[in-house]
């Protein structure tokens, strides 16, 4: 089975950028399509992005769009999210799943990574 690794995390103001990697490892990306959740102290678990096998279509939550842009390198087996003007309220963890069906709802995702930590200071 695919296992899923995030990095990239950190402490950064507002406005900042960071660029968060998903790196699978024991079986090949390629044949799924990836979804980003996060989940912030005592709120629920939310949908941020979903990219396709291909990576030429993108699913954005309203809102991060214009802010974030996912991508994927399936000859490295990685998937990113470029995230761009952040704002205190984009503090959370950060997973990425694979998807095995639906696009919004975390129960639509398989295999899931341990999450990466991302801080925006206002």
């Known amino acids: 089975q695919v296992q899923l690794a995030e990095s990239g995390g950190g402490l950064v103001q507002a406005g900042g950028s960071l660029r968060l990697s998903c790196a699978a490892s024991g079986r090949t990306l390629l044949t799924y399509a990836v979804g980003w959740f996060r989940q912030a102290p005592g709120k629920e678990r939310e949908f941020v992005v979903l990219?396709?096998?291909?990576?030429?279509?993108?699913y954005y939550a309203d809102s991060v769009k214009g802010r974030f842009t996912a991508s994927r390198d399936n000859a490295k087996n990685t998937v990113y999210l470029q995230m761009n003007n952040l704002k205190p309220d984009d503090t959370a963890v950060y997973h990425c799943?694979?998807?095995?069906?639906?696009?919004?709802?975390?129960?639509?995702?398989?295999?899931w990574g341990q999450g990466t930590q991302v801080t925006v200071s206002s």
């Open positions: 799943a694979t998807r095995k069906s639906g696009r919004y709802c975390d129960g639509d995702y398989g295999r």
């Open positions: 990219i396709s096998r291909s990576g030429g279509t993108t």
